[in-house]
């Protein structure tokens, strides 16, 4: 029932329509992330991506992938099922695309993971522009069997975070994520839930009230198209979107083999910091959160207060043009950023904060701006210079 | 009443006499750790060093510290009394003087911290060799005003590691501290208790019996001589001896301004690994912990596990003789740890392991060898070369 709610093409121009109908056909036929096709939508553009997938006119990589479901055009059928639904697609064409979340993924090599590309559409259910609403956003997640100290300090600092005006991002299940959810919409906050699943499915059903409320005011989104159903490595790839529709990811509590550690390695992989809230050693739930900060996989916080010192606002300065020899022209701080990266491999924020002796925060926020100029970038590892500056600009 | 229990000079040649009584007479002059004192014995030897101090020959630096008992010679009266308590004085002339836990010391700069000197004597009540019960040690304390969560956890690590043979240090204190005594206690194993008082002083005085029950099997330590009274900073120089007579500290609980940390500040000072239980984030008595584990000042462990990780027993090559070239002659893990080193500055050993891409005890091991050998040293800041090789042996 929101502004965005009647599935019209926002902010596209001409063949807007066929585009759209390109996108969700697409998006069907994959159910997911594909990188081979993202990378062929990239080459010729989603029509004609479209038309190839349909005529089967495709390199091989793509021939797996669309051989289920490439005679399956329901894209007329799906827009009317989420217009019916309150909810809409939305596409890469369209201006409340968080383009600039996407970012990071576009850069993730997809030989590593098949999940590592940007989502061809995504599902959207909720008032308000996706884009505005993970603007300022904290991923908060962990166990489904949460105890009632992990729920109290969800309920903290998800409340925290959402008083203070930041979204709360989670995945909609049992325990930790529930708690998020409730604790940000508790005190009128934005809070946005990612499935693994349709948008018309509740996941899990008990919570179909849950999302209901979340669809109110925040969103409900997912790159599944509607009648889709949940399946497990569905959830691997829809943690990589909770991770990169937010600027941090928070696991409160976590079991030895919790899927937050996932998370946590896409929001690593992405370059956003990974924070793990301690509990007692005495307690299962805390188990993937200690061996998480003692491996060097997430920083230790307590508060919300800490996880904005790790996560908090991004100031870009977006320089415009990149210069012939970069290290000559880059301000103050960027030149100390760009000097405390090594020449080869890669290193931390934290490190490079420590290399340069800037704060945390400045140093994430340098970092951003020399990845927007092209001379830096980041994977699992951290961020490292690029070889060759790839020219500025998003 | 142990075999060390009768005041017998062990280890020392002729003169021994004359020299445990100037060790013993300097002590009570200074009563604590004295850098300006340590460096006249170096230099004139122990008992020329009491002649200058009784006819006040002295350097400025010594006037000060010697001035109020300079004319108070005790020494028999003290060796008597700690011969009715069934003690004994340590002095460095003796063969169970902690000599190897010792050289931390010696080589902080006694310029920043007027405690960071060797102790002059160690008063001591107990049966063994105080070298020996410090072999093998991990220094477990923390918060007086413990939880029930603390005093759990102290009781697990602490009594795990006595059970696998590991002296736990502490300083006898109510809380975490009184735990970790006990859980060793308990479980049949050693345990060394610090004071910061006279060793005839039980502090506090509820622990009156805990204290004799330490002294019956491990040992009561202190570098306070007889009839001392606690005092405040005496707290501070005591900290550095739990730290030195250590392998690693482990801290349990700790608010939010705990003397915990300070006994972390001299772990790290003296190259040992300062490590953190963490806890839950709703308990006050863990705030300290958390912080030092976010501000890189411990390391997070849950179990007597991961603290013999960090702290495990170190494996000593003690190469002979320093090769002209040190680097050219060194194995091959010597030569990726010596690499590993910065040129100017210092790097903490987690650093070093990661850099150099051996195990962390390895690592810590090899980094002693090389510590032996002349060739590093450490300070707050972590290890670092020494601009001339200072030759062999310890």
Known sequence: MGVYGNGVASGSAGGGDERRLAWVYLSRVVEGPCAALSSLIESVGVVEA?????????????????????????????LAHIDRLGGRVVTPDDDEWPAWRMLGLRQLDPSQDEAAAVPLV????GPRSLRECTEKAVAVVGARCSTGYGNHVTGEIAGELAVRGWTVVSGAAFGIDGMAHRAALAVGGTTVAVLACGPDRPYPVQHDRLLAEIADTGAVVTEYPPGTSARKHYFLARNRLIAAL??????????????????????????????????????????????????GEAFLVTSADEVLDEAGPLRLSLPGVVPPNPEDNLSGDEARIYAALPTVGSRLPRSIADGSGLPLPATRATLCALELAGLVACDENGWYRTAQPKGGGA
Chains 1, 2 share one sequence.
Do not use: Y
Not at 122 to 125: E, F, H, I, P
Not at 269 to 294: D, F, N, Q, Y
């Open 50 to 78: 479209a038309r190839a997938v349909r005529e089967c006119v495709l390199p091989e990589a793509l021939r797996g992938p669309t051989e289920l479901r490439r005679g399956i055009d329901r894209a007329e059928q799906d």
């Open 246 to 295: 937010a600027d941090g990811v928070v696991v409160v509590e976590a079991g030895a083999r919790s899927g937050a550690r996932n998370t946590v390695k896409w929001s690593r992989r992405l370059g956003r910091p990974a924070l793990a809230v301690p509990g007692p050693v005495t307690s299962a739930a805390s188990v993937g959160c200690h061996r998480m900060i003692r491996e």
């Open 122 to 125: 995504l599902w959207v259910r």
